[in-house]
């Protein structure tokens, strides 16, 4: 089986049900993840979605020449090169392909906020958009956390009702 054939077959992921009830679907490569959006997006299901990905930032996998077993102990939140590289990452690669994703290239993501802790860095990004006349509100989580290179993305988006 070629590398196109399994890509033909659509994006991997788990689907688990939260305690509240809600379906959330879980990647572990980030072009399932990218995919899954096109997908949402051409199907119209866009203004309700929430899943999440977990994986290994592609600049991690470089170095540690895509073998996750070598990835050094100190690619986590207490390193600052690690923790520029992901901003860099999350800034200019992964928000980029998430807006070609939902076919929103012009998004801005101006709600940014930065929270440290001890033990882990969350970006938040959100902003709110219209698609084929439909009002949303677009959040993106990304966590890093201090045991591990293991990068947490939540990405959600909500209809926005109009004010009666």
Known sequence: MTKKDKKAKGPKMST??????ESLKVFEDLHDFETYLKGETE???FDHVHCQLKYYPPFVLHDAHDDPEKIK???????????RHLHQHVEKHLLKDIK???NKPELKFHDK???ESFDRIVWNYGEETELNAKKFKVSVEVVCKHDGAMVDVDYKTEPLQPLI
């Not at 688990?16 to 009830?21: A, C, E, L, N």
């Not at 100190?74 to 390193?79: L, R, V």
């Open 16 to 21: 688990i049900t939260t305690k509240s009830g």
């Open 43 to 45: 199907d119209q299901e």
């Open 73 to 83: 102990e100190t690619a986590n939140s207490h390193s600052k090169k690690f923790v």
């Open 100 to 102: 070609t994703a939902i």
């Open 113 to 115: 906020k930065k929270q």
